[in-house]
């Protein structure tokens, strides 16, 4: 029967749209391309030999790539950590064991060790790393390569009979290399790989949304070890049956090769990755014509790149990508369309029935309690002795001058400041709990500077906010297993339906980074309201906004009590909002509470007009008399 | 004792090249890996236009202008990367000036493998073959030399920084680039300078260590400039005499080592010193801020 035509115009419009990437193109036609490879006239065993090789440098890289491009991390040692994978795959298959299991020995050994290295990470930084890292690759050259019980040099490890021919090491080779591929994806879309990006780029502010920065650097460095340790095996097997003697391809020079195709072919691009390793390993190998300055090549290119083009070829390959969105017209609006907030309810609905980290039942006077809260830095004094409460469906303003403590009191309650005192939230005493636990009471914030991460979606970012909600450990993550697919359908329901309510759906897929200010600012309530809170601390969320759009906000704060039944306190400037929205308005002045009531009785207050909305404001109120 | 002073001896060569790291350091914020090569790659060199004489001129420098060579190809090799390759990296974050020295290091020592092969360039003696005998300890005249150069260095930089016009353009420069562009510090001419002269002490150090540690290898300097780094992290990166006394240290720790402990050992305890003082003191036992 002749396919139908609807059919097939449908299959090839989902065929063409998931292609218009391409990276993915390029990951679809290179995979392609590698299982044809053997068939092709003119290619001997000897250059599938040497692919086998270059795909286990791209994997090599691919592991280095997770420290470099989610973690910002460099490390020099990695062909080091190569090295450990396939000596521990010579030692345990060398004594007899079958090869899956010798396989296994490495990847698990080099994750190991990597993770050990990594420990000195969640203290020191960059360029520190880097050299800690260079020291460990020469240590390990000069400490365990020339001493064969460590690399297993006087073993032999067997072929096994599966690998024996250099088209089946090759196919395995090209398996594994998709495999990795498929896991770093993973890693992409799951809480693990959100987590990291969260350390790298806002570290101090990633405990918001429920990430242990240190759990999750010290998982990329595992990971980052796995998958190098992998692609030690691969060259431990291809060099049987016998055992490695020559150690060059885990020694200095490696690891600066492997630095060089992570650079060139582009931190955090897999398609890149795998292109310049193909390009800067693989050629040089099989054209033997400019074998010798081929290296040579190799480091011009790393410099080049570096100065020309830092997002190497992941970034042209994003370029084009753009361009071919920009052409079919897909660029839209930066700005949240207008919402009406009466018809959002399905998307209210999505929001709502969050688990929680306690019991809701508890009774409690107030929401929030602050008692007697000081925050001291060195001999600074940022807050003294502040008590204030917050009753379940208020919306509570916290005015103030700059610098009058009010960012300072947020900080307390979320944990991100040393506080004394005491916070109590439905009766829970905060100041006793991690700041990562506290945003599964129910507490979320935003930031006067934003806490979210610009190199990324908006819609990554909603996700990322929910980090907390998302149950799955890290792990099973990356191999979908348990509840990870189900509870990300869920998550991505809500991070659609939290955008949805902002009028932010069409910019779901838009680069944060590239959208106005104002926008960015929606966004980030947007994160915190589809984290699931109670209680949401808004820092400043009007800065940056025109008359019109604070305006709009204001109605929001209202639909956000009225749908979602959510409790607000507002950091503003902006009085006749205050006026309008607030039921209960605290001024601070110093650190010290300075008047509290309803909000046209704060404003009115001598001490207020004096300390915060200063003489020009009560200038302006007498011309109008 | 005999291990304190060729410790000391070769602390004072590392810390030759150590104050090249901190020079960049402290003017460009870039920490350099390719210290040890760019001088290196200037003795090789030398040697070689030593031995064959200089293409075109057929002229055969003598021995002791093989270290002149090294400095002056150095300081040219330092002006060319700082022109074509850090100054645009000055505004960018710090990883990525220090993966382009990286690069850097990578080409010239590929560079000198294709040209001089994997053999152990034998390096005579720039300055002499004599040797003196200190309280049981030989040392060859490059270590002597070494040692007096690297007190010279240090006073002659001392002086540098805190009496000279330019001195104190480089020290703001590295408080405030922006700010001391605009009260009118010639910045660009403070990275040439920092970038010229690390390549010049590269040179110095790379002749001196040659012929005092067997022999020069590709990739060898690097291992050189590592020691040099350790020891710049250890005393400070941004404190010349810090890096002169980080680099005493790692040369001493590294001879006890090689004297008592099995191969290899002497480099995990550089790994160990260094790690310990980025956990104990970032900032290093002089300096005044960490490397991020």
Known sequence: MPLRRPEFEQAWERLSTWLRDPARAAITVGLAAALLAPAFPGVRSSTLNILAGVAAIAIAALGLDVLVGRTGQLSLAHAAFAGVGAFATIGVGGRGAPWPLALLAGVIATALV???????????????????????????EKFVYPDDDLTGASLALDRPALLSSPKALYFFAIACVAGVL????????????????????????????????????????????????????????????????????????????????????????????????????????????????????????????????????????????????????????????????????????????????????????????ATDVSVRYGGVTALVDVSLEVRTGEIVGLIGANGAGKSTFFNAASGFAPTTGSIRYRNVELLEQPAARRTSFGLARTFQDMGLVRAETVRENVLLAQTWLAKYPAAAGLLALGA?????????????????????????????????????????????????????????????????????????????????????????????????????????????????????????????????????????????? | MAELITGLSSGAAYALMAVGVVLVFRCTRALSIAQGEIGAFGFFLGLRWADRGIPLLGWHPPRFATLLIAVVVGGLIGFVVE?????????????????????????????????????????????????????????????????????????????????????????????DPTVARLLGVPVNQVYRFAWVSAGMLSGVAAALLGPSFGGLT??????????????????????????????????????YGKAHAGPGVDSLLVLGLVLVTLLVRPKGLFGATAAA
């Not at chain 1, 002045?589 to 046209?600: F, H, K, T, V, Y």
């Not at chain 2, 030989?138 to 330019?166: C, D, E, H, M, W």
């Not at chain 2, 060898?220 to 006394?245: C, K």
């Open chain 2, 218 to 255: 590709p990739f060898g300097q690097t291992e050189f400039a590592l020691r040099a780094l350790a020891g710049s992290v250890i005393g400070g990166l941004d404190s010349v005499s810090g890096a002169i006394i980080g680099s005493l240290i790692v040369g001493v720790v590294e001879a």
């Open chain 1, 182 to 369: 498929v896991l770093r994806r993973r890693l992409g879309v799951t809480r693990g790989g959100r987590a990291l990006l969260a350390v790298r780029d806002i570290e101090l502010r990633a405990t918001a949304f429920g990430v242990e920065p240190a759990a999750a650097k010290l998982g990329a460095y595992t990971l980052s070890g796995a998958i190098t340790g992998l692609a030690g095996a691969i060259l431990a097997f291809k060099e049987s049956p016998g055992a490695i003697s020559d150690t060059s391809p885990f020694a200095l020079l490696q690891s600066l090769l492997l630095v060089a195709i992570v650079v060139v072919g582009g931190a955090g691009s897999g398609a890149g990755i795998v292109l310049a390793a193909l390009f800067l390993n693989g050629v040089p190998q099989i054209f033997t014509g400019f074998g010798r300055d081929a290296p040579l090549l190799s480091a011009l290119l790393l410099v080049a790149a570096v100065v020309l083009q830092p997002a190497g070829v992941g970034g042209f390959l994003t370029a084009i990508s753009q361009r071919l969105r920009r052409r079919a017209g897909e660029r839209p609006d930066p700005r949240p369309r207008l919402v009406d907030l009466g018809a959002a309810d399905a998307s209210a609905a999505a929001l709502r029935d969050v688990p929680r980290g306690l019991s809701l039942r508890m009774p409690a006077p107030a929401l929030l309690e």
């Open chain 1, 114 to 140: 990597a993770t050990i290295a990594g420990l000195p990470a969640l203290r020191i930084r960059g360029l520190q790393v880097a050299i800690v890292t260079l020291a460990l690759q020469l240590a390990a």
């Open chain 1, 484 to 625: 990870t697919l189900s509870t990300e359908r869920d998550l991505r329901r809500r991070a659609d339906a939290a955008l949805e309510l902002f009028g932010l759906d069409h910019l779901a897929e838009e680069r944060l980074g590239d959208l106005p200010y104002g926008t960015m600012r929606i966004v980030e309530i947007a994160s915190a309201v589809a984290a699931g809170p109670d209680l949401l601390l808004l820092d400043e969320a009007t800065a940056g906004l025109g008359p019109e759009e604070s305006q709009a906000l204001g109605d929001r704060f209202l639909a956000l009590r009225e749908e979602l039944g959510l409790t607000l306190v507002v950091i503003e400037h902006h009085v006749p909002l205050i006026a309008r929205v607030c039921d209960w308005c605290y001024c601070l002045e110093s650190g010290a509470l300075i008047a509290d009531g309803r909000p046209n009785e704060v404003t009115a207050d001598a001490r207020v007009i004096e300390s915060f909305l200063g003489r020009s404001a009560a200038a302006t109120g007498g011309r109008k008399r």
């Open chain 2, 83 to 175: 022109r074509l390759v850090m100054r645009p990296l000055v505004r960018r974050p710090p990883l990525d000036a220090l993966i382009a020295t990286l690069g850097i290091a990578l080409f010239l020592a590929l560079l000198e493998l294709r040209l001089f092969g994997t053999a152990t360039q034998f390096a005579p003696s720039a300055v002499g073959e004599w040797k003196i005998e200190l309280f049981g300890a030989t040392l060859v005249a490059s270590r002597v030399i070494g040692i007096v150069l690297a007190a010279a260095v240090a006073g002659a930089l001392y002086v540098f920084f805190t009496r000279t016009k330019f001195g104190l353009a480089v020290q703001a420069t590295t408080g």
